[in-house]
């Protein structure tokens, strides 16, 4: 099994910015993809952003993309989410993701369910 710990949420003013962390642990040695989705309240499910643990390949939804950087470290399982030039809009619960199956890492961007492994979340906050 694997289990996904988020960290680094957090309240930050509009303009700044925050660095979220997902450490995996368990059976790690399969996961080949993890990523970051996000959900308000009242709000559909929004995948962030994707990334290949070997080729490091990586994938963003259009709202984020020059703005957000995933990242993973092999050597500590962990992948990294810094997020740049943060507005009201990127206010969301944030949760890490993660597949040991066989998927395209960028179906993030088109159905977040294809991963099958979940964090517990972390709260993302930007105030004006």
């Known amino acids: 099994q694997v289990q996904l710990v988020e960290s680094g949420g957090g309240t930050v003013q509009a303009g700044g910015s925050l660095r979220l962390s997902c450490r995996a642990s368990g059976y790690t040695a399969g996961i080949n993809c993890m990523g970051w989705f996000r959900q308000a309240p009242g709000n559909e499910r929004e995948g962030v952003a994707s990334?290949?643990?070997?080729?490091?390949?990586?994938y963003y939804a259009d709202s984020v993309k020059g703005r957000f950087t995933i990242s993973h470290d092999s050597a500590k399982n962990t992948a990294y989410l810094q997020m740049d030039s943060l507005n009201r809009e990127d206010t969301s619960m944030y949760y890490c993701?993660?597949?040991?199956?066989?998927?395209?890492?960028?179906?993030?961007?088109?159905?977040?369910?294809?991963?099958?492994?979940w964090g517990q979340g972390t709260q993302v906050t930007v105030s004006s």
């Open positions: 990334i290949y643990t070997l080729g490091k390949d990586t």
């Open positions: 993701v993660a597949s040991d199956v066989a998927i395209e890492c960028s179906a993030i961007l088109r159905n977040v369910f294809e991963y099958n492994h």
